[in-house]
């Protein structure tokens, strides 16, 4: 066992897991490139998370208007037809209240901090890492 983020992480060959996680965890990922949506879907699945894939905010926010529920949902900033900003704050408006974490290829600043104030819990930079996801789903165990 080694200590990483906020909490425990145990490690195997097959599937990592947070430590004292009660429940299964839904995630949706809101990506438009198709090999980051395989990476970060293989990240999640590693961590015992159910995965769902959307190719864009539209998506997203359509799913939730159906009905559906996500404990967390990463998504991109940018994506055709609705972008990460706009989704979050659909999402947001909705009263959604899932956890809302974007993941992008930008670093600047400015970008980042609009995003973030469209509604995020949190912003990483794209790819996400073992590291990156022990602490989002820490985080997530603590809301």
């Known amino acids: 066992m080694e200590k990483m983020g906020f909490g425990n992480v145990t490690s195997t060959s097959k599937t990592m897991k947070i430590i004292d996680t009660e429940k299964q965890i839904y995630v949706l990922i809101v990506e438009d490139d198709l090999l980051i949506q395989k990476i970060h879907k293989a990240m999640m699945t590693k961590f015992g998370t159910e995965v769902q894939l959307a190719a864009n905010g ?3 926010v359509e799913l939730f208007l159906s009905g559906a529920y996500f404990d967390l949902i990463l998504t991109d900033l ?3 037809i ?12 909705m009263g959604v ?8 290829s930008r670093n ?13 819990n949190a912003c990483y930079v794209k790819p996400l890492n073992a590291e ?3 602490v989002v789903l820490n985080e997530l165990k603590n809301i």
């Open 108 to 120: 600047q600043d400015s970008e980042i901090q609009a995003f973030m104030n469209a509604g995020l």
């Open 132 to 134: 990156k996801v022990t």
């Open 82 to 93: 609705m972008d990460g900003i706009e989704a979050t704050k659909q999402l947001r408006s």
């Open 58 to 60: 539209k998506e997203a």
């Open 97 to 104: 209240t899932s956890m809302i974490v974007g993941v992008t």
């Open 78 to 80: 940018e994506m055709p």
